[in-house]
């Protein structure tokens, strides 16, 4: 199962089953939120400028939104606590109303609860080698 997923505009990076906001917080959730803060604490200018949330389509309206503003929040403040500046971060939940898959099915929800970490700035590294696999 893929955790990290990125756009091809390469702005956003998708954390995939991602769950915030739950006590003990899955282990896995812990670890991409850590490296994202790594990342954005040694590369300033790589600095995130929006944490959007989204839920699937179970429960009510007014409780996915909720849902999402709270797990947005939560998202943030790891962040910050973690030494990301508060400077360009906006959290925002989004409940289920930017479905990226049918809430039909299981997978389909699954796909529909995400966090998605929009950043700025210039790429990290270097381009991948398509021949060799190498970052270099």
Known sequence: MSYLAQTPDSTSVILNQLIVGIRPRPLIAVL?????????VKHPKRSPQLISVNTDNVGGDAMNQKLSE???????DYL?????????????GFGNSLPVASNNDAAGRQQNRRVELLVSGEAIGHPVNATTGSLR
Do not use: F, H, K, W
Request: net charge positive.
């Open 32 to 40: 991409i939120l850590q490296i994202a803060a790594i990342v954005l």
């Open 70 to 76: 709270n797990r947005a929040g939560s998202v943030r």
């Open 80 to 92: 910050v606590a973690q030494g990301v500046s508060t400077n360009s971060i906006t959290a925002q």
